[in-house]
């Protein structure tokens, strides 16, 4: 009996320090711009001492991308500010909602014109890799 309650109370407390909150923080047009992660950091030479949480902050956006008209109705205009002088890798791609690749466009540079007039009205998942370093936005097309 006291190996079972052993075993529930550890399975309760690693569920109970296992979770953390993540909050996500969104531009006005729905995409997210920053994710927040909290972190508890146990410093190595205490054990049940004071435990502080720190903020780690990932950046989404390390560029600044500016999608225009989003809804719309077949042109698509993607904006990349400072953009970097040396690109190894780069491409713009547009998904649908099951993931599968409808349009690739690559050399990505300052003023990115897309058509996508051909796709059917619905949702789609631009994606945007710059130097290995990805980006997502949702667009939607009438």
């Known amino acids: 009996m006291k190996k079972i309650l052993a075993i ?7 569920g109970a320090f296992g979770q953390h909150t993540i909050n996500y923080h969104y531009n006005k047009a729905g995409q997210r711009i920053e994710r927040v992660v909290p972190t508890i950091v146990i410093p190595p030479d205490t ?6 949480t720190d903020i780690f902050k990932e950046e989404v956006n390390a560029l600044k991308f500016t999608i225009y008209p989003t809804p719309t109705e077949g042109m ?4 990349v500010d400072d953009l970097p002088q040396t690109i190894m890798t ?3 791609s547009i998904y649908n909602l ?4 409808l349009l690739e466009q ?3 540079k300052r003023t990115n014109p897309i058509d996508i007039t051909n796709l059917p009205t619905g949702m789609y998942v631009l994606v945007i ?4 370093n990805t ?5 939607l097309k009438k």
């Open 98 to 101: 099951s993931g599968v690749l």
């Open 135 to 139: 980006t997502s936005f949702k667009i």
């Open 90 to 92: 780069s491409r713009i």
């Open 106 to 108: 690559k050399n990505v």
């Open 129 to 132: 890799i710059i130097n290995h």
């Open 47 to 52: 054990t049940n001492q004071d435990v502080s």
């Open 76 to 79: 698509l205009t993607v904006n």
């Open 8 to 14: 529930l109370l550890l399975c309760l407390s690693a």
